[in-house]
Every structure is written in structure tokens, then in C-alpha cells.
């Protein structure tokens, strides 16, 4: 780190943006990233910030006096700021609209079935586009919770539910069913008082997960 910040100012703001780039564009989708996944990734989203410094740095005047006031103090924040959000955009708009077509295409290409994702879980809850309907989770203790509809609870906190990369689930939990297949409505799941009761289960506690949902038009 100590390196890091010896670095010039330049090089930093390089670095910051490929790496707020590469958060933004594979959020949900790098517990299997190795290292030299990483960098590569970083110097990738780097390298938008780079031509976008050096073309800022051309375009924006050294000096910036209005008046009487000399605002080039803030010509360096202006460029790197630039710099940054152009690489963040990118990750944006590769994370939205390039990542499917062209993980499609090097599908198609390459005849294979792999979406590039380590874990099938990742799979499942990075599919854009997903309308959430019923959730339903069987514990290794054999019972079964439910949280149905889901759109009861779009606008709690966390959303309707809360899938995590490790396995782990959050849910507003509206039925039980137990081990003798008695189902039970649960109650008090939302209090205009004291808030909503959401449920952690660990992954480890997890037998099965079975999802309702839809595409959403767009």
C-alpha cells in the first residue's frame, strides 16, 4: 500500500478507476476470480481512464479564470474526475448492455454451455431482468419456509429478498411448513411501529431453493 501511494497522483487516479470500474461491472461475480483475474480486469477498465486523462489534459485549459477568479486550482480534480467516471460509465455499460452478447457470442463461438461464472448459484441470481414471484426454501432440518408474493415486499428493506453470493438467503418469511407437512401462516410480518421481520439462513443451513419467476418486458 505504501508503494501504492508513493505512485504519481496520475498513476493513482488510473488505478482507482480501473478498480471502481471493476467493483461496479462484476459485482455478485468475483468470488472466483484469481488474481491475475483481477489485475487484468482493473488494467483493463485502467486503461479507459488513462486515454480519458490524456484527452482531458488536452482539452481542459490550464488556466481557468472567470473574472477575477482563478478557478485552475481545480483543473487536476476536473480531469481525474473525468477520468474516473468515464471508466465507472463503461463498467456501467458493459455490466447492462455488452456483458450478455458478447458472453453469448464467445458461447456460440466456442460451442460451449460455460457462462464464464464459477458457481450455478451465481448463475441463478445475476440473470437481469428477473421478476421475482415466490420464493421458497427447504432447511436440512427439513421444513420448509415460503415468502409469497414477493411483490408484497418490493419496497422493504433489501427488496422483496436477499440472495447472497455465498448461498445465503434473506427473506420476509409468510408460511412454514413442518416436518409432519403441517403449513402454517406466519404472522406479524409487518409492523407499521417497529418495521419488518426479515429471516437470515446461512448457507449451511440450506437443503433447497425452488424460485417462481418471470422475464419483465421491457
Known amino acids: 500500500m505504501k508503494e501504492l501511494l508513493e505512485l504519481p497522483w496520475q498513476i493513482q487516479v488510473v488505478i482507482v478507476g480501473g478498480y471502481f470500474g471493476y467493483i461496479v461491472a462484476y459485482s ?3 468470488s472466483a476470480h484469481k488474481s491475475v483475474d483481477t489485475l487484468g ?3 483493463c477498465f485502467g486503461g479507459i481512464s488513462l486515454l480519458t486523462f ?9 488556466l481557468m479564470i472567470v473574472g477575477i477568479f482563478d478557478f485552475s486550482y481545480l483543473r487536476g480534480f476536473i480531469i481525474s474526475g473525468g477520468a474516473i467516471s468515464s471508466s465507472l460509465l463503461s463498467a456501467v455499460f458493459w455490466r447492462r448492455l455488452l456483458s450478455a452478447q458478447v458472453g453469448q457470442a464467445i458461447r456460440k463461438l466456442s460451442k460451449s454451455d460455460d457462462d464464464g461464472l464459477y458457481f450455478g448459484w451465481e448463475t441463478l441470481i445475476q ?4 421478476e421475482y414471484n415466490q420464493l421458497n426454501v427447504t432447511l436440512k432440518s ?3 419456509i415460503e415468502s409469497y408474493p414477493l411483490s408484497r415486499f418490493d419496497n422493504l428493506p433489501n427488496g422483496c429478498c436477499l440472495l447472497g453470493g455465498d448461498g445465503s438467503i434473506g427473506m420476509y418469511v409468510t408460511h412454514i411448513t413442518e416436518l409432519d407437512g403441517t ?10 411501529t417497529e ?3 426479515i429471516t437470515f439462513i446461512p448457507a449451511n ?3 433447497e431453493v425452488d424460485f417462481r419467476r418471470k422475464i419483465v418486458k421491457s
Open 41 to 43: 480486469i482493473i488494467l
Open 54 to 62: 490524456n484527452s482531458l489534459e488536452e482539452l481542459v485549459p490550464k
Open 183 to 192: 403449513r402454517r401462516e406466519a404472522k406479524n410480518i409487518i409492523c407499521d
Open 28 to 30: 455478485g461475480k468475483r
Open 142 to 144: 427439513g421444513r420448509i
Open 205 to 207: 443451513e440450506v437443503s
Open 127 to 130: 440473470h437481469p431482468n428477473l
Open 195 to 197: 418495521g419488518a421481520r
